[in-house]
Structures are given as structure tokens and as C-alpha cells.
């Protein structure tokens, strides 16, 4: 083997090496281009739409929290204060009071307090509340709605894909900025809606 | 006729059930009291994410450790900081940021926002994905070495690694392809990150996961101890892209800073099989130049090959999507449009959408699969093909050699070698 083959072969080695470099420089630029025209300079948190919501149970489930980030909140704006209140008492219940055996919450977290005659205030104990729906489900059907389901971000890892999101069966759960991290019923107003559109969602198959 | 008339009625009873909802809406069932006693009405509470500068300190934090590990493993030479490097990464990336966001599930996110128009992909997402390519463009796989926490975990635990022969490596190591093809087609079409689904180690950096999850991640590390990093060398995804960068990057480590003196010391002490020993010069040059030319002139057939191969598969591979799954339910099984206690299709018939427009999305789904299968395939063919080539690529090589595709920077080599300075 000569000299002159040898360095021929070195340098076509060299060629070959450049050329790739520049090769997988000019399509990583190609990429990081054309995903950066379509970035977005803020974080994007997941979040449930109560008017899509359909009360599964699923977001009990399936969150990778246990127990999940997904709580009821209150909309105490919405709220019309019941002594009958359809998302604190069983369908079927004894009587209107605190009692176990009437409540419809499995971990009794909605704390019922005594305003005026006939008015009782409604309150969400988090530490207790698991997301999974009921009371939403009988203040939706029964009363106002006030009651829903919200991913509360305190407790929310923000994973890259909501395992949630990807069993919600209503296609609920979207990307939403993290400036306006909450679709809380009641301010939810145009403005909501218009945060709504610039997000993405994962299911949304059109 | 009845059939018209049934679909008039729905709509029509579709129709006041909108006008209700507005109606809820706008005015509630029971008024808002006008309470006497004073009471003031509590706000409902709404604890903000993470601040927004967390997540770039969280690229500024990529930065310096990368610049860090690549400066120790390039320069410095030093083991213990790349091993220190590492530790800080699971700490930080793993146990601090709960193994999210990560350069390796931001492939999904790049997908999504190069093939859904409404998807905005988080500047920060995308950093992730760029600034540790781009490093190893310049240095080589040091992101590898001591800035990704899912490499690092394993790292930690490699105590008895054992050498695995040449064809285990080869075969096993066409499996990322494989899983970033896959990745790639479940993000661009919707349908599931599936790098995020199943990784095996964000359940330790939890400290919480699927029963499943956490026994995989178990599996994972108890082989991790005998076969170093299984994940990065047989599934990683990234791994893929990093290794393309690494092949042609500027500059690597080297194992001796001067000359080799031939002693095979760093050979026996590289877990990852990833150092090229010397090669004479091949006896039949004409021969394997031939030989190179017909595996070369092969690859279009590969590729062929693995289209169709994956094309074949499609319908299986499109199961995965919810849409498409719930549509091939209902028309395989009608009686389950009764199932009270089938959530998905109790939701999806009181949606009005009708079962006709459902089949029509799923199959506009199953179409993108179709194409999106002979892509993946295709990709899976020309990596066997490369793979093939690579084999029949004979280089004559006098010293011991990282092999700059799989050697992951860890910087093992570098305190077994004898020659110093």
C-alpha cells in the first residue's frame, strides 16, 4: 500500500466527514426551524373543560398521582346554597343532614356549613377530595353545576402527555397556557374561550 | 321513512338540549341567594404552576451541565467529574423535575408541532430537544455520559457488567430505530407519546407509579447491573439521533491523550462494548469491495422491503388510537351502543355524533397510519441495510478506538489507560 493511496483515503475520509457534518447540521436547522415558527414562548399546563366533561371517573384513575391532581373545585358564584344539594346528598339519603350514610362523597371532603335559614355553604376539602366525579355529577344534574372538575396545578407533575387526557372519553382535557392555567366555571368567560383556541389537544383528531 | 323521522327527532331534541345548556348557563336552575347575615361569599381557590423562568433555568441547567461533562470528559479527563456530573443530573433531573421535561420525550413533542397545525410546542420543549444534539455535533454522546438522568440511573448501577457478543449488540441495537419510528408515528398521528407512557424510570423519580410501570423499572435496573445501560444501548430513541451526530462529531474523547501502547486495558474496561479494536488491513481488498457495492446497491431493497413489511401492519399499529379503537368496537360489537357501563361508548352516543362520522374519522386515521407505516418500515429497512453495510466497511485501525456511534462519553476508559500526559 503506498504513501499516496493511503493519504487519498484520508482524505476522502475527511470529505466524507465534513460533508455529513454539514449534512445533519443543515437538517437538525431544518427542524429546529420549522418547530420554532410554531413555538411558544410560555409553558402550556393541562386543564379540564367543564362544560365537556362528562363525570366518568376516570381522572381518579388514571392520573399518574395518587391520589390524582384532578379535584372538585367550587364555584361558589354559581352555587344557589341548597338545603337539598344534589353533589352533598345520596339521591336516596335519610335525611338532609351531615351524616355518613347520607353523603355522596366516598371520603366525605365536601364540608356542609350552615349560613342562614335555608342557605348551607359547600366547601371542598382537597386533602380529602380524589377527583373522582360524583358530586360533580349530581350538582350538574340536579343543581346548578357549580361543583366541577379541575386539574389543580399545586399538585399537577405536567407531564408531557396527560395519561388523563388520553382516557378522557369526552376529549376534555387540552393544553392550555400556563398564564391562564384554570376554566373555572362561571369566569369563564371569552376571554377563557379565546385561551382555548390557541392550545392544542391530543385526541383532537381533526 | 321511520329512520328519517327517529334522526328528526334527535336533532330536534338535540337542539332544545343545547338551548337548556345556554340556558343553565346564563340563568341557574336555583338563584344565587341574598343573604341577610353578612356572609361573604369565598373565592374559589386557583394555585398557579411552576414559574415560567423555572422551566429556562431548567435549559440553563442542560447548558452548564452539558458544557461541564463535555469539558471533564474532553479535556480534563476525569471520570470522577463526569461520574459527579451524573449524580447531580439524577438529583436535579431526576428526583428534582421528576424526570420531566426530558430531551428524549421531546422527540414526541417536535413531531407534534411539525405535523399539528394547533400543537405550539413550548420553546423550553424544544430546547431540550436541540441543545443536546448540537453538543454532541461538537463533542460527541456527552449528554449520554452525564446529563441525561435516565442514562445516569443506569450508570449508577452497572457494578458487574458483562461483555455482550458483537452480533447481540448489532441485532438488539436496530430496536431504537424501531421505537423512534413508532414514537414518531403515535405523535404525528395523534394518537400517544409512547416514550413518555413507558418509561421505565420516571415511577423511581417519583416515587410513585403503575404497579406495572415500577416492576418494568425494576426489571430494567436488575439487568442494568449485568448488561450496563440496557435502556440507552437497546431502546433509547434519542440514542438514535445522538449516535448520527456522534459519528461525524468534530471533536471526541479520546482513551489515551498520546500514544497507544496497545495494552487492551480499556477494552476489557468498557461496559458498553464500545471501543473498536485494531484491524489489519484486509487480505482481499477486491473482494470486499465488492461485497461493500452489493450491500450497498442492496439498501433500496431494504427499504422496500421494510415499507411493505410495515404497511402490512398498519391496521394493528392504528389500534393504538382511541378513535380508531372505538370505531372498530362498535361496528365489530353494535350490542355494546347498549353498554351503560362502557364509558367511551356511553360518552361517544350521547355526543350526537353518529356512528357513520365516527368510521370516517377512524379511517382518515387508519389511512394516515397506512402511509405513516411505510415510512416507519422503510426507516427499519434502511437501518438494517446501514447496519449490513457498516459490517462489510473494513478500516484499517492500529490503536484502540472508541467507536464514536456507541461510545457514550462516560469516561471509564480514560483511568484504565496507562499512558499519562
Known amino acids: 500500500m503506498s504513501d499516496k493511496t493511503e493519504r487519498k483515503g484520508m482524505e476522502r475520509r475527511r470529505f466524507i466527514k465534513r460533508g455529513m457534518q454539514a449534512t445533519l447540521a443543515v437538517s437538525l436547522g431544518g427542524v429546529a426551524v420549522a418547530s420554532f415558527m410554531k413555538s411558544y414562548a410560555g409553558e402550556m399546563v393541562w386543564q379540564i373543560d367543564p362544560f365537556k366533561c362528562v363525570q366518568c371517573g376516570r381522572c381518579a384513575d388514571e392520573c399518574v398521582m395518587m391520589p390524582s391532581a384532578v379535584k372538585c373545585v367550587h364555584a361558589y358564584a354559581l352555587c344557589g346554597y341548597c338545603d337539598l344539594c344534589g353533589g352533598y346528598l345520596k339521591p336516596n339519603a335519610n335525611e338532609r343532614s351531615t351524616a355518613a350514610e347520607n353523603q355522596l362523597c366516598p371520603t366525605a371532603a365536601i364540608k356542609r356549613k350552615f349560613i342562614e335559614d335555608p342557605y348551607f355553604e359547600y366547601e371542598i376539602d382537597e386533602e380529602l377530595c380524589i377527583g373522582c366525579a360524583k358530586c360533580v355529577a349530581g350538582c350538574t344534574s340536579f343543581g346548578n353545576g357549580s361543583l366541577h372538575l379541575q386539574i389543580r396545578h399545586d399538585r399537577c407533575k405536567n407531564c408531557n402527555e396527560c395519561a388523563i387526557a388520553r382516557v378522557c372519553p369526552a376529549d376534555a382535557i387540552t393544553r392550555v397556557p400556563a398564564n391562564q392555567p384554570y376554566l373555572i366555571k362561571g369566569d369563564f368567560t371569552a376571554a377563557g374561550d379565546k385561551a382555548k383556541k390557541d392550545t392544542s389537544r391530543m385526541s383532537d383528531n381533526n | 321513512m321511520k329512520n328519517k323521522f327517529l334522526k328528526y327527532s334527535l336533532l330536534i331534541a338535540g337542539w332544545f338540549g343545547s338551548i337548556h345548556g345556554l340556558f343553565a348557563q346564563a340563568q341557574q336552575r336555583f338563584p344565587k341567594p341574598e343573604f341577610e347575615s353578612g356572609y361573604s361569599q369565598p373565592q374559589t381557590t386557583t394555585p398557579f404552576p411552576r414559574a415560567l423562568w ?368
Open chain 2, 54 to 421: 423555572l422551566e429556562y433555568f431548567d435549559v440553563f441547567v442542560l447548558l452548564a451541565v452539558l458544557s461541564l461533562v463535555s469539558w471533564f470528559a474532553l479535556k480534563k479527563r476525569s471520570r470522577k467529574g463526569v461520574f459527579w456530573s451524573s449524580v447531580f443530573s439524577v438529583l436535579y433531573f431526576g428526583f428534582y423535575r421528576e424526570g420531566c421535561i426530558c430531551s428524549v420525550g421531546s422527540i414526541q413533542n417536535v413531531t407534534l408541532a411539525l405535523f399539528d397545525p394547533t400543537y405550539a410546542i413550548p420553546l423550553s420543549a424544544l430546547l431540550f430537544f436541540l441543545i443536546p444534539l448540537v453538543f454532541t455535533l461538537f463533542f460527541g454522546r456527552t449528554f449520554c455520559a452525564g446529563a441525561c438522568p435516565l442514562g445516569a440511573i443506569q450508570d449508577l448501577v452497572a457494578l458487574r457488567p458483562i461483555e455482550l457478543s458483537r452480533w447481540v449488540q448489532k441485532v438488539f441495537g436496530l430496536v431504537p430505530y424501531l421505537y423512534l419510528g413508532l414514537a414518531v408515528l403515535y405523535s404525528a398521528t395523534k394518537s400517544d407519546f409512547i416514550i413518555c407512557r413507558y418509561d421505565p424510570f420516571v415511577g423511581f423519580f417519583r416515587l410513585d407509579a403503575q404497579f406495572i410501570m415500577l416492576v418494568l423499572g425494576v426489571l430494567f435496573l436488575a439487568a442494568g447491573i449485568f448488561v450496563a445501560r440496557p435502556y440507552c444501548r437497546f431502546f433509547c430513541p434519542y440514542g438514535v439521533l445522538l449516535g448520527w451526530m456522534s459519528r461525524f462529531s468534530a471533536k471526541h474523547l479520546t482513551i489515551t491523550p498520546k500514544e497507544c501502547v496497545q495494552c487492551k486495558l480499556c477494552a476489557h474496561s468498557c461496559p458498553f462494548g464500545a471501543i473498536d479494536e485494531p484491524v489489519a488491513e484486509p487480505a482481499h481488498r477486491r473482494k470486499s469491495v465488492k461485497h461493500l457495492m452489493l450491500v450497498v446497491a442492496l439498501l433500496p431493497v431494504w427499504a422496500i422491503l421494510g415499507g411493505w413489511a410495515g404497511s402490512m401492519v398498519h391496521v394493528p399499529l392504528s389500534r393504538l388510537n382511541p378513535t380508531v379503537s372505538l370505531a372498530e368496537l362498535i361496528v365489530k360489537h353494535p350490542e355494546v351502543k347498549e353498554d351503560q357501563n362502557n364509558i367511551d361508548v356511553r360518552t361517544f352516543m350521547s355526543s350526537g355524533k353518529t356512528t357513520d362520522q365516527l368510521v370516517a374519522e377512524a379511517s382518515e386515521i387508519q389511512r394516515r397510519f397506512y402511509r405513516g407505516s411505510w415510512l416507519v418500515g422503510g426507516f427499519l429497512g434502511l437501518a438494517i441495510g446501514f447496519s449490513l453495510t457498516n459490517l462489510s466497511i473494513f478500516r484499517k485501525r492500529d490503536d484502540f478506538e472508541p467507536n464514536k456511534a456507541n461510545c457514550l462519553s462516560c469516561a471509564r476508559c480514560l483511568d484504565f489507560c496507562p499512558v499519562k500526559k
